[in-house]
């Protein structure tokens, strides 16, 4: 079974600073990863995922994450943040080789204030 | 763009009660799920579904939770006799194969009282 930890719950930061979210996971076998964004009041939407290949993906708005298999991580970055980034952001780990379950992360609250 | 309909999207019901929560997913899929989040928790998956017939589902699946793919569009979590716990927060997913990204809809928020 693969499991996901979000370190930050909360992470409150100024506009056009740059953040970074922490993903860290656990599984015996290969995996994919995935980072889903909620708005407030919406569904989970993806952001980026890394199925194969190269270790750095990028997604939508900007963000872009890093697959690191020795340190078992995911951070999610962006560089500049806007207001409207503003939301919860998911990790997701599942199998490569079997099962359908998506395992997500306890979310992460990005604040971006003026 | 194509997406996960959900409906309703809040539903209050009595404790014993039974709900039905509605999904269509997108026209292509072939693969469906249920996730649920628990205010304040994560969201947890509930069971996959393919071909007719569950492919997985998790220990929260107990014999409470059904599911079912009535017609060609439709997708829908029955829930027999609802507790307290119950309430959260349903997602609906697809996804083309079963390797392939998982489109979520917009949840329906489900309340128990």
């Known amino acids: 079974a693969q499991s996901v930890t979000q370190l930050d719950s909360q992470v409150p930061v100024f506009e056009e600073a740059p953040v970074e979210l922490r993903c860290n996971y656990s599984?015996?076998?290969?995996?994919?990863l995935f980072w889903y964004v909620q708005y407030p009041n919406q569904g989970l939407q993806l952001l980026l995922k890394y199925l194969s290949g190269s270790t750095l993906v990028k997604g939508i708005n900007g963000f872009e994450a890093e697959f690191n298999k020795s340190q078992t991580s995911f951070h999610l970055r962006k560089p500049s943040v806007h207001i409207s980034d503003t939301a919860e952001y998911f990790c997701a780990v599942r199998s490569a080789n079997s099962g359908y379950a998506l395992n997500f992360g306890k979310g992460t609250s990005l604040l971006v204030t003026p | 763009e194509p997406e996960v309909t959900q409906t309703p999207s809040h539903q209050v019901t009595q404790m014993g009660q039974e709900v039905i929560l509605r999904c269509v997913p997108i026209?292509?899929?072939?693969?469906f799920y249920w996730y649920r989040q628990i205010l304040g928790q994560k969201v947890e998956f509930l069971v996959s579904f393919y071909n007719n017939e569950i492919s997985e589902k998790s220990e929260i699946f107990d014999d409470q939770f059904s599911v079912e793919r009535p017609d060609g569009s439709n997708f829908t979590l029955k829930i027999r006799s609802t507790k307290l716990e119950d309430s959260a927060m349903y997602f609906c997913a697809s996804s083309e194969v079963s390797t392939s990204i998982q489109y979520f809809g917009a949840g329906t928020r489900l309340s128990v009282l």
């Open positions: 026209s292509n899929h072939l693969y």
């Open positions: 599984s015996s076998v290969s995996v994919y």
